[in-house]
């Protein structure tokens, strides 16, 4: 391709500077000694000597200039028409307000090195640091290199042959799938986010947060439990300032209609889980503003256990028009707290709401705050019960809770919707 190359280089686009300009720009954008590359003006027209304008090795300003002829033939006269060029070119770069360290000069003639070298030294006489002469079979050389393919088909139309194909694909093909990957999944990132915010805005049909254990263990080895989580809003919601909710043994433990004492049943996650939920609704002339029970729940216990689901969910036939949000828990703060023996037990907690996973807590982000804390929550536990005592489950680094938040994270959708097809379109009735 050198020879083809070298002779779309001749006659470039002759007459229009604005090409050139882009072509020449293009080249020095390859070399790695020169960044920010760009023009001086986009769309061409005069520009003071600077048809481009560098940083040269990250600390000196470098102009570029583009002397090109009509038809070049590497003649006397053509190669005198450029010394002129170049002379005038350096001259207006010197006069600008900002004078420029490099300068850097652009010609589809070929110049041998004693010519160039006279260049460099008018340039270097001016206070040029660095005068870089790229002649035409510079960048020939350029475009005829891997790195250049894509300018050279861009720009002269010269395609790839097999061989530079290969060669092309050899260096840049892990790239080119890079940057493809990278803006789809920019694209899908920003979409899910979309969809997330729009989401958002339906009432919380629950919030559950699911403690997921280091093993699988035998209900025995669990025996009595106890877990809950306060819930802080970041500002009250209806009236709603915080939230409690949790699971405990016992099924009865929290049914207040059950007449009978939930003492009387067998204590151990095996034969019972009762689990209730409390909003701390603000009131003015109550300055206590205890928590109010609005809902409880009563399941059969668990033979093996490997993950203790707790949730808040008002969920009902007819939607609650003063419930919560999903967007009402963003900022948010989360503070676990469980008997110390399973605490002991946490690999890792998982949070959803609303076909979200919310947020995902792994071993590195949990600590187990063993100091004495009483929760003061409404429910009743037996001395014997407490002897296991009460532990914070905190992130680690010294933080007090845990934050939701969706402004640094964009919520996962669990499953997505199914396309509802029109089976009968085109069957007559």
Known sequence: MSYETD??????????????????????????????????????????????????????????????????????????????KFK?????????????????????????????????????????????????????????????????????????????????????GDDIQSVISTGFQRVENTLNRILFFQ???????????????????????????????????KEPKNKILSVLFGRTDRSNRMMEDVAADFTEQESGIKYGIGGGQWEQIIDIEDEEQEYTKVGSSSSIGMDHVEFIP??????????????LTLRDIDEAMLLPFCNKSLAEKIKAIHIYSNGYKIKELSPSDIEIDLTEFDPEIPVVFSEDELKDPWARVRPAGGFSSFNIEFFDETPKRMFMPKQTENSLEGKKS
């Open 310 to 323: 707790i949730q808040y969910s008002k969920d009902s036939l007819i939607r609650n028009p003063d419930s």
């Open 199 to 233: 989401e958002a805005s339906s009432t919380l049909s629950h919030l559950t947060l699911s403690i997921e254990l280091n093993q699988k263990y035998a209900a025995e080895e669990i025996g009595h439990f106890r877990l809950f989580c306060f819930l802080y809003l």
């Open 7 to 84: 002779q779309r280089i001749k006659n470039y686009l002759d007459t229009n500077q604005l090409s050139r300009e882009q072509l020449c720009r293009s080249v020095l954008a390859l070399d790695n000694r020169f960044s920010d590359v760009r023009p001086r003006h986009p769309r061409g027209g005069p520009d003071g000597g600077r048809d481009i304008e560098a940083i040269y090795r990250n600390d000196h300003v470098a102009f570029g200039a583009v002397g090109f002829v009509n038809q070049a033939n590497d003649s006397k006269e053509q190669k005198k028409t450029i010394t002129e």
């Open 88 to 172: 005038e070119d350096l001259n207006s770069a010197l006069s600008a307000d900002k004078k420029p360290e490099v300068f850097v000069f652009f010609t589809n003639i070929n110049l041998t090195i004693g010519e160039k070298n006279q260049l460099i030294d008018k340039a270097k006489a001016h206070g040029m640091i660095h005068c870089e002469i790229i002649d035409r079979e510079r960048i020939r050389i350029s475009l005829d290199s891997p790195d250049g393919f894509s300018i050279r088909f861009q720009h002269l139309n010269i395609p790839l042959s097999e061989e530079e194909q290969a060669s092309f694909f050899a260096k840049w």
